[in-house]
């Protein structure tokens, strides 16, 4: 029995104007009522997720599938899945990839997050001189994981996708689907609902134009206070 299967997910496109990227939502076979949205990417929590498989010494990465992707929350907690790497890719490879992302998508993403556990505390100081070494860098982080990884992926993963929050990027749809139709029946291919899980549990939405405006008067309301009770008024 699948937990999945009948969840559908929504189709988009991340697109670059200019120097700027956007999110397009459009309608597909099961969601015809899908209105047609842009979404700026400026506007959007982003993270990056990795969950690699040949961080184990007793791993093989020609037959341990790596799962590399960047996501994105919007306002109203809708969940986009804009960009991709997932294969038997070496340690070196996925390094090659993680500054692949980070250099298409910049300034965008917030930080770069995997599971904490003995080998991916490896990693991440791999990274580290990985990054002095190209003079690039960025913020990555490990996400604590007090559960199985089945027990997360349902509880993070499957309330987005039982709500129908879930959204997919060309190129980014097959892998995902595959493992969302099987899952959790095959506990050996859930890579990239695990990365996708990881990613989730680590996205914030962002606020509203009103929440930012309501913050800001608060803010200057507060300063003004403050002013005037230190000028004993």
Known sequence: MTDFYSCDTKDCEIVCDGDRWFILTFPSDNFPEEKRRKIPLAACDVVMALDPAAT?????????????GIW???????????????????????????????????VYI???????????????????TEMEKRDYYFYCDGVQNNSDKIVRIRN???????????????????????????FPMNKYRVDVLDESSIALSDLVKPLTEEQVTE???????YLRNVSDNAVGY
């Open 215 to 221: 913050y800001e008067e608060q803010e200057v309301d």
């Open 110 to 128: 917030r930080k770069t997050v995997f599971e904490k556990n003995a080998f991916q505390k490896v990693i991440k100081g791999l990274l580290t």
């Open 156 to 182: 993070v993963l499957g309330t987005k996708l039982m709500k129908q929050k879930v959204y997919l990027g060309r190129g980014c749809a097959i892998n995902f689907i595959e493992e969302k139709n099987i």
């Open 72 to 106: 994105a929350m919007d306002v109203d907690a809708n969940v986009y899945r804009i960009w991709e790497r997932v294969g038997f890719y070496s340690l070196n490879d996925i390094f090659d990839q993680i500054f692949e992302g980070h250099k298409l998508f910049k």
């Open 56 to 68: 184990d010494k007793q791993s093989n990465p020609k037959t341990c599938r790596s799962s590399l």
